[in-house]
């Protein structure tokens, strides 16, 4: 069964500061890999996809990375603002398996920017 | 503007009632999917559906019931069955189904609550 865990549960940081966030899953047998952004209280609003044959993805100031082989992503977040601060979650469509077929996301990781 | 929108916004259910929450979308999707997040848990996948008049369980179906009659519309019905009703609901589309490789998209999210 695949399992996504998402490193740090929680980040606190100070405005300006590169950082980067961990997902890692335990079935390599994806088809893609989605970031996802969530404020409080609302949904979750895509933020890059990787399909399985790429190795990044790059969107203004953000930049997620996919090693499948070793089960992991990273999301790069530059120059960071108070605006960034949100839930950042991972999920990964899987391709094997009991769930072939079904997302499997990550518990997120809370994110604090401050000026 | 294309997107999904879930109404209402905050339902309040009296123990041993069936509510219905709406969703609907005009991305011109195949596929709708029903979430359910709670505190502390990542997403967990109710139903969802690749085609009008198709559905199908994902892995916490027990409880609620769906249904599919129009493209644009996947209502989610949480009956009195429903032991923990009480939960953060979000509705999803995405151009084709899973096992595809489409980006998925996301309302803004019901939050039920069971007084």
């Known amino acids: 069964k695949q399992e996504v865990t998402q490193i740090p549960a929680a980040l606190s940081v100070p405005e300006g500061e590169n950082l980067v966030l961990n997902c890692s899953f335990t079935d390599s047998a994806i088809y893609n890999l989605q970031w996802f952004r969530q404020d409080p209280g609302k949904g979750l609003t895509s933020l890059l996809l990787i399909q399985s044959s790429q190795r990044e993805q790059t969107s203004g100031r953000l930049n997620a990375s996919l090693d499948k082989s070793s089960g992991r992503s990273t999301l790069y977040i530059a120059a960071s603002q108070p605006g960034d601060s949100a839930t950042y979650l991972c999920a990964v469509l899987n391709a094997g398996g009991t769930s072939y077929g079904k997302l499997t996301f990550g518990q997120g990781t809370i994110l604090t920017v401050h000026p | 503007d294309g997107g999904i929108t879930q109404s209402p916004k905050y339902l309040f259910r009296k123990e041993g009632q069936n509510v219905t929450l709406s969703c609907e979308q005009n991305l011109n999707h195949d596929a709708m999917y029903w979430y359910r997040q709670d505190p502390g848990q990542g997403l967990r996948l109710i139903y969802y559906?690749?085609?009008?008049?198709?559905?199908q369980k994902g892995d916490i179906a027990e409880g609620y019931s769906v249904s599919r009659e129009k493209k644009e519309s996947f209502p989610l019905t949480v009956t009195s069955a429903q032991k923990n009703p009480t939960a953060f609901y979000l509705c999803?589309?995405?151009?084709?189904?899973?096992?595809?490789?489409?980006?998925?998209?996301f309302g803004e999210g019901s939050r039920l609550t069971v007084l």
């Open positions: 559906s690749q085609i009008v008049n198709d559905f």
């Open positions: 999803a589309s995405s151009a084709r189904g899973l096992g595809g490789i489409g980006e998925l998209f």
